[in-house]
């Protein structure tokens, strides 16, 4: 079915199912519950997990696959932004041609930087990937003001010379983007008992853009292609001893994962026409190689559960102050309640890079293989038990000798 084997139709399902029931996934805890703070069902969260999650797929198509681990694919992330932006700026306000441009001009992008970079491999090839983003943060942050609105950033303008559409709405205000009409910002809110579930066209447009992005990532690691680039990570050596070149591979692989990129750029500013500088910066390229170890590198979902777990606990973990530990704490004497906030306050706010730190540790330390690997040693847990009880059932009905 849609040329999937069994197994990756299986996940391909588990994938779509949590699209779909994501608002309620997210919103476990009822409102005005202590726990309540750990919801994370509202638009904003749930798009930034699917657009880091399609970024960070990318981005596993180049390191997964081939095993060539770039340190600055956020150029591409935040040219795609940019292209976007002026697209909406100079042609229109729905969200399709602004993805379209972002994926082309972050395409083009990755052939020029991939084409330099692949001429080298391991750290040296790190390193170029790393100085190119850089190079192109430092443009962007200063010497292409006029294009890229400098340290403020390039957002639209009630003067924008827009040709299809509006410069400004009838009340005076920017035009929101929209989809054929429907305005990405839009939500619908349901009220259920003590739970408030918040359902988003803006989430809803970009849960359908990862389900193509995803298939088609499926349909690309169980291809021919995928062999080859597997070909190129395993000894890059001996597959130019066959007399095939492994450079055209890599650099596809390359601009394939830049267009990725892109593609994510331009979702954000689908559900926010703003693009600036930071989200080019050395950090955001270090980011989405943590989301893919975390998940577990070379897997299909593995980038997207490593993106969920990083974006949920900046979300997340960074709002919670002082004033909540202690209302979560109160019940306990105060002094032994001033003792406990004062260990947890540092893991929290603004120290959840702590806590990530030692999720991240972790991960590596006993998993080596990610989140994926952890789920597969679970799964294996049950097969073996339910091997051992179907083994133990099989004994006791065996006839014993003489009977």
């Known amino acids: 079915m849609l040329g999937l084997n069994k197994a990756d139709l299986r996940l391909y399902v588990i994938v779509l199912g949590l699209l779909i ?151 005076g205000n920017i035009p929101a983007p929209h989809f054929f009409g429907l305005e990405m910002s839009s939500s619908a809110t349901w009220e259920l008992g003590a739970w408030s579930f918040t359902f988003n066209i803006g989430y809803y447009f970009c849960a359908i853009v990862m389900a193509v992005a995803f298939y088609l990532a499926i349909r690309l690691f169980r291809s021919p292609f995928g062999l080859m680039l597997r070909a190129v990570k395993s000894n890059n050596s001996r597959m130019t001893y066959t007399g095939l070149n492994p450079r055209p591979y890599a650099l596809a692989a390359f601009v394939i994962s830049g267009m990725y990129a892109g593609l994510a750029g331009g979702l954000m500013v689908a559900m926010d026409p703003l693009a600036g500088a930071e989200r080019m910066i050395w950090t955001a390229s270090g980011e989405v190689v943590l989301m893919a170890i975390l998940g577990g590198v070379g897997t299909l979902i593995g980038p997207i559960l490593g993106a969920g777990v990083i974006k949920y606990l900046e979300s997340i973990i960074s709002t919670i102050n002082s004033t909540i530990l202690h209302q979560w704490f109160a019940f306990l004497p105060d002094g032994l309640e001033n003792f406990v906030v004062a260990v947890i306050y540092p893991f929290v706010g603004k120290g959840w890079h702590l806590t990530l730190g030692i999720v991240f540790m972790l991960v590596v330390i006993f998993l080596p293989g990610g989140i994926v690997e952890g789920g597969k040693r679970i799964a294996n847990l049950f097969r073996r038990k339910r091997a051992d009880d179907s083994a133990q059932g099989s004994a006791s009905a065996a006839p014993k000798p003489g009977e």
């Open 21 to 171: 029931f994501a608002p309620f996934i997210m919103n476990p805890f009822p409102e005005g519950s202590g726990l309540a703070q750990f919801n994370g069902g509202y638009p904003d969260l749930l798009q930034k997990l699917v657009i880091f999650g399609i970024f960070a797929v990318g981005f596993n198509i180049l390191f997964g696959l081939t095993g060539y681990l770039s340190f600055g694919h956020a150029a591409f992330l935040g040219v795609g932004s940019y292209a976007g932006v002026w697209m909406m700026k100079l042609l229109t306000m729905n969200v399709i041609p602004a993805l379209i441009v972002s994926v082309l001009v972050a395409g083009l992008l990755s052939v020029v930087i991939g084409y330099v970079s692949l001429r080298r491999s391991g750290i040296y090839f790190s390193i170029l990937t790393l100085a190119f983003a850089q190079m192109c943060y430092s443009l962007a942050y200063s010497v292409l003001t006029p294009i890229t609105g400098g340290e403020t950033g390039l957002t639209l303008s009630l003067n924008d010379p827009r040709v299809l559409g509006a410069s400004q709405t009838a009340e």
